[in-house]
DNA sequence: CTGGTCACTCGAACAACGATCCGGTGGAGG
DNA sequence: CCTCCACCGGATCGTTGTTCGAGTGACCAG
């Protein structure tokens, strides 16, 4: 009796749970990746049978529903701030985290509606509104800030995340092979000028800036 | 004789080809979307077997890689237009080849570099550096317009052909059944107000090309 | 103590997938 | 005639998401 483990201990950690499937498998996409993530090794990691996973949630897709809003909570909610200030905040750290967690890209071509995304478009909004930006303007400018660092994050995950060295390597020689075919591109593209994704960021979201901030004066 | 069919009709069309295998894996991500082509799927549409495939190409992913960049071909070079002119059609014309094929939103987190995605941005780069954009803002320039054009595409392309009417019911439920929790968002949000992603598209590509033409003339 | 309900777990199994192996086939060139 | 080789495809492997149905144990009414 005293020498018998309690079932829970020996399938480690505290009793399944949603919470606990949705932070796990973040922690797994976080280690190996989008496509490594499959439902018996995440339930593997989790001391279950993969089939257990079926009874806390519906499919695979939920899965990846739930962790893609978890990452969201990481950012913060700016306060007090004055309504340009804020709005920088919240896209910069919106793109941060977009890039700590790089599968996240390949997931933003699914509706975002849980509660973290939510609350941060309910913000981006309200300061918009609060600022004194109407319509058509409100609309394009969320719409415009979101696609923006969606965008953004999803172009820097991809080259410089989830492509490997050997990817890029291939790639920067395909294109001094056929340098003739895109001498724009060979002598100022991305790959051919050290660029700095933090610095071409900050104008692009500056320029959408000043082009909302241009319409609230005007009206 | 005479009435025996050569061997080639039999399974329908030209010889198999990778152009073919292409075209025919465009017209079934058309058709049916992402998630419906499979190997097995498309040989059978080309009349094949589906191992006969894996002769003229290596994966799959090469031929999603294909397919997505054989759709840019729909997108025309500009000519001889100012270069706000050229880059404003340039960028309108990718957002609606994007748009023409849903499913190429969910295969932008992958690198592409087909001849068609690389002319097109030889073209943006190359039309920059000649209305006299220097670095660090045409970095930023080339950056900000192509993040901008993906992820609008990548978001529109998510609500509107992707999401079938009943994911977009519920979400409008959803939200105003929470109207509490997101105020902002319940008043002015996009499923709200009756947005016009053109509109909201066009404020926010003039917003970038007004920062880009601003950088020109303070050098 | 008993019998039963209910939340929860999981082994076995299924259909479908991407990919490989290996034996064909048919036309061109010697 | 034989040989070569680009091209084809049936059989098959390992893996995936998901379902089915049989369990298990805690708890509660009687």
Redesign the pocket.
């Known amino acids: 009796m005293w020498l018998r483990t ?2 829970r201990e020996e ?1 480690g950690g505290p ?3 949603r919470q606990r499937i949705v932070d796990e498998a973040v922690a797994l996409l976080d280690a190996e990746g989008a496509d ?8 593997e990691r ?18 990846l529903d739930l962790a893609l809003d978890a990452i969201f909570a990481a950012v913060p909610i700016p306060e007090d701030e004055r309504w340009r200030a804020g709005v920088t905040r919240l896209i910069g750290d919106w793109r941060a985290t977009l890039l700590r967690h790089p599968w996240s890209a390949a997931l933003l071509g699914r509706p975002m509606l849980g509660p973290n995304v939510l609350a941060r478009s309910d913000y981006l909004y309200g300061t918009l509104v609060a600022a004194g930006v109407v319509e058509p303007h409100l609309t394009a400018a969320a719409f415009g800030l979101s696609n923006f660092v969606i965008g953004s994050a999803l172009m820097q995950a991809t080259w410089l995340v989830n492509a490997d060295a050997e990817t890029r390597d291939a790639a920067r020689q395909h294109m001094d092979h056929q340098r003739d075919h895109y001498p724009a591109l060979a002598a100022h593209g991305p790959l051919t000028v050290a660029d700095d994704w933090d610095a071409s960021f900050e104008y692009g979201l500056n320029w959408l800036l000043d082009g909302v901030e241009a319409t609230i004066a005007t009206g």
């Open positions: 309690s079932g399938r009793p399944l749970s490594r993530l499959t439902m018996r090794r995440l339930a989790l001391g279950t049978g993969s089939t257990t996973l079926y009874w806390h949630v519906k499919t695979k897709d939920d899965v």
